[in-house]
């Protein structure tokens, strides 16, 4: 098989979703494609770059339908969009805190979020601000969520001892969606 950056990212992917970051070396990975790991550096210069293309093709597929007619219903589609991309592969917010958010495709995302953020009047001076924050939610988001999905489903909830019998458990998607209005209503307050 001729090996591709394609191919290794794939491959990769594959790997993480069996066996996790901590065991995707250049070594298991060249194993894995049934090759020797100094192949692999023709494509890829080390892992940061591996990382680097994972994050890349995750966030390829992110392209909300609505365009960039409306602000606020690009960003919530594409957070959502982006929420399950990074849901689909483990240890996906690992490699996007590791990656470089300068690649091609990351960097279109972010312009696009910063025109959206700017048409919802968040000041010039402040828009990468706020785009970090956006994006550092929606990592965080998918983290808290990746853990409490890892509880069994009868596992006594903890809050509900301090805050009551009333307390109710928002879904993944309620409480997702209740943090990203929080945000733009925070966004909004402050143009």
Not at 39 to 57: P, T
Not at 63 to 70: A, I, T, V
Not at 80 to 109: E, H, M, N
């Amino acid at each position: 098989m001729a090996l591709s950056q394609e191919i290794i990212v794939a491959a990769a992917m594959e790997l993480l979703n069996r066996d996790g970051i901590e065991n995707l070396t250049m070594r298991t990975l060249a194993g894995f494609l049934d090759t020797k790991a100094a192949s692999l550096y023709r494509h890829i210069k080390d892992k940061q770059d591996l990382y680097d293309m994972i994050a890349e093709a995750l966030i390829a597929d992110i392209k909300p339908s609505c365009g960039l007619r409306s602000a606020k219903k690009y960003l919530l589609e594409a957070a959502g969009l982006y929420r399950q991309k990074l849901l689909s592969l483990r240890d996906s917010v690992a490699i996007f805190t590791w990656s470089r958010a300068t690649t091609p495709r990351r960097f279109d995302f972010m312009k696009n979020v910063m025109i959206c953020l700017l048409h919802l009047g968040v000041k010039e001076n402040k828009c990468m601000v706020a785009t970090h924050m956006l994006n550092n939610y929606i990592l965080s988001s998918v983290s808290d969520e990746t853990f409490f999905r890892s509880f069994p489903s009868d596992t006594p909830n903890p809050y509900e001892t301090i805050l009551g019998s009333n307390f109710e458990w928002l879904s993944f998607d309620e409480q997702f969606n209740y943090g990203l209005e929080v945000l733009f209503t925070g966004f909004k307050a402050l143009k």
